[in-house]
């Protein structure tokens, strides 16, 4: 399969973006993942630089990518600091979706910023089963790695479009405290593909993955609201909490019901996978209908 998607680096604050033997490999998935997705996207703008807060104020201030996907955590990200950005992106029309972790449950260790902050779509794992090669979907359970739950350290209070009815019960152990990651989920077991220094691969996974496959479907959500008169979703939050409210729930998400995310390092915790939203999953992974509802 070929693309002919244009891929234009921004380099930021002088940023050489050389790669002297450097591994490309999650740079490159995060790309061919979100255009696997959405293969008629306009561009895809790759950002580089060596300050996080930094990339993030170049994002807003460019203000061109209507939809950001970040596989990276941790070093300089910093939730309440990095706050307003992600608050001026929302503002703009832009999505900022982040990848929970591969670390399982969240404990002191199992996390990195800027998972768990309230502005951000984040996205955990599941384990998906379709009919054969490139088949429909068949099945899927949660992927026991997806990173999930609360910490109080991330410094993010539960925000309002999870504290609704419906959300939070003692089935999923949410917090009415603290953030509750993720919000929704994508395949991320370790039987995907990849390119890496020129090389086709088989057997990666993590979420990874799942952020740019969301970032993808966010772009064609996009693609229909513009079409029909509408901006760009943006801050897609509150509306995908209240479709998980709704009775066009089951239609719009498949409902990941079984398998948990025991913490691979740190403190041991665990959360199951549930009916509806959980500590896992979020509220599952998208169904093509959802296109319809968030891009009325």
Known sequence: MTSSVPINNVLVNGFAGTCNGCDDGEQVLDIVNAIGMAPGIDQVLFYEGS????????????????????SWYGADFNNPTDDPIYKQMAAQGQTFINASGDDGAYNNKAWGAP?????????????????????????ETAWKDSGGGFYSGAGEATPTYQLQAGVL???????TTYRNDPDVSAEANFDNPTVSKGQFLTGYGGTSFAAPRWAGFIALVNEQAVAKGHGPVGFVNPALYSIGVSASYLSSFHDI????????????VSYNAV???????GWGSPQAALIDVLAP
């Open 51 to 70: 300050s996080a807060t930094n990339i993030l104020n170049k994002m807003v201030s460019d203000n061109k990518a209507k939809v950001l996907s970040c």
């Open 275 to 281: 009916m509806g939203f959980d500590l896992v999953t």
């Open 115 to 139: 998972s768990a902050d309230p502005w951000v779509l984040e996205v955990g794992g599941t384990d998906l089963v379709t009919t054969g090669a490139g088949g429909a979907w068949s099945s």
């Open 257 to 268: 019901t079984s398998g948990s995310n025991p913490s691979t390092k740190g403190k041991s």
């Open 169 to 175: 019960n003692l089935n999923n152990q949410g917090s």
